[in-house]
């Protein structure tokens, strides 16, 4: 699996290189961000902009990414999702449990803030 990286300061932004959302891509994401966070990563935005088509089984996944990042302290925002991907993504019931921005800029404000967030909390 192709993917395409941009390590920021404070965030890793993942763009999956494939037309087609699906079990094999989330297993591979969820691969990828393990390896990142061993590299010292904590927040990732993952840009979905190339996938059109999705596999409802990926779904459980991605919300699984989430949860693990959340209990650990981490961020994952999902940006870039196409109508085909967001509406089976709705009808699932999934939209709010997990993190969407629809644009990068509002994906990194997302991030941005939880990390403000997580140093405030840290604090008291």
Same mark, same amino acid.
């Given at each position: 699996?192709?993917?395409?990286? @941009? #390590?920021?300061?404070?965030?890793?932004?993942?763009?999956?290189?494939? @037309?087609? !959302?699906?079990?094999?891509?989330?297993?591979?994401?969820?691969?990828?961000?393990?390896?990142?966070?061993?590299? $010292?990563?904590?927040?990732?935005?993952?840009?979905?902009?190339?996938?059109?088509?999705?596999?409802?089984?990926?779904?459980?996944?991605?919300?699984?990414?989430?949860?693990?990042?959340?209990?650990?302290?981490?961020?994952?925002?999902? #940006?870039?999702?196409?109508?085909?991907?967001?509406?089976? !993504?709705?009808?699932? $019931?999934?939209?709010?449990?997990?993190?969407?921005?629809?644009?990068?800029?509002?994906?990194?404000?997302?991030?941005?803030?939880?990390?403000?967030?997580?140093?405030?909390?840290?604090?008291?």
């Amino acid at each position: 699996m192709e993917f395409k990286f @941009d #390590t920021k300061p404070t965030y890793t932004v993942i763009t999956p290189q494939y @037309d087609a !959302l699906d079990v094999n891509l989330t297993e591979q994401l969820a691969e990828q961000i393990s390896l990142y966070i061993n590299k $010292g990563s904590n927040n990732f935005i993952i840009d979905m902009q190339m996938c059109a088509t999705c596999d409802n089984k990926s779904f459980e996944q991605l919300a699984a990414m989430h949860e693990d990042c959340y209990v650990n302290q981490r961020s994952l925002v999902f #940006t870039g999702l196409q109508a085909t991907i967001l509406q089976p !993504l709705n009808e699932s $019931g999934l939209t709010d449990m997990l993190n969407i921005a629809p644009t990068m800029q509002e994906a990194v404000d997302i991030v941005s803030m939880e990390i403000l967030e997580r140093d405030l909390m840290n604090e008291e």
